[in-house]
């Protein structure tokens, strides 16, 4: 069982940055594919970014090129730093994590956008 624990959220004025992370109880290194969700009030959740074997990395186009994902395999933690941050990216944040067939979730945690 793969424990994640995202920390780093919190109130941020439009144009801002914040630094997520995700602590994962085990080796990131072997966790092939790690990804990073939100979801806003009364909509789906979706896929922010992604990143796999050898460290690469996909975004969805409303975050390309202000969100950046990566992780540290020797301090098992999942990152995603987010710049130009506006209203719409207001969200709970969620680091996920999938091995073969076995995927786990993180709990969460609430980015707010606010002026």
């Known amino acids: 069982q793969v424990q994640l624990v995202e920390s780093g959220g919190g109130l941020v004025q439009p144009g801002g940055s914040l630094r997520l992370s995700c602590l994962s109880s085990?080796?990131?290194?072997?966790?092939?594919?790690m990804a990073w969700y939100r979801q806003a009030p009364g909509k789906q959740r979706e896929l922010v970014a992604q990143?796999?074997?050898?460290?690469?990395?996909n975004y969805t186009d409303s975050v390309r090129g202000r969100f950046t994902i990566s992780k540290d395999n020797a301090k098992k933690t999942l990152y995603l730093q987010m710049d130009s941050l506006n209203h719409e990216d207001t969200a709970v944040y969620y680091c996920?994590?999938?091995?073969?067939?076995?995927?786990?979730w993180g709990q969460g945690t609430q980015v707010t956008v606010t002026s």
């Open positions: 990143i796999t074997t050898g460290h690469i990395t």
């Open positions: 996920y994590a999938r091995l073969g067939s076995d995927e786990w």
């Open positions: 085990h080796s990131t290194f072997m966790l092939r594919y």
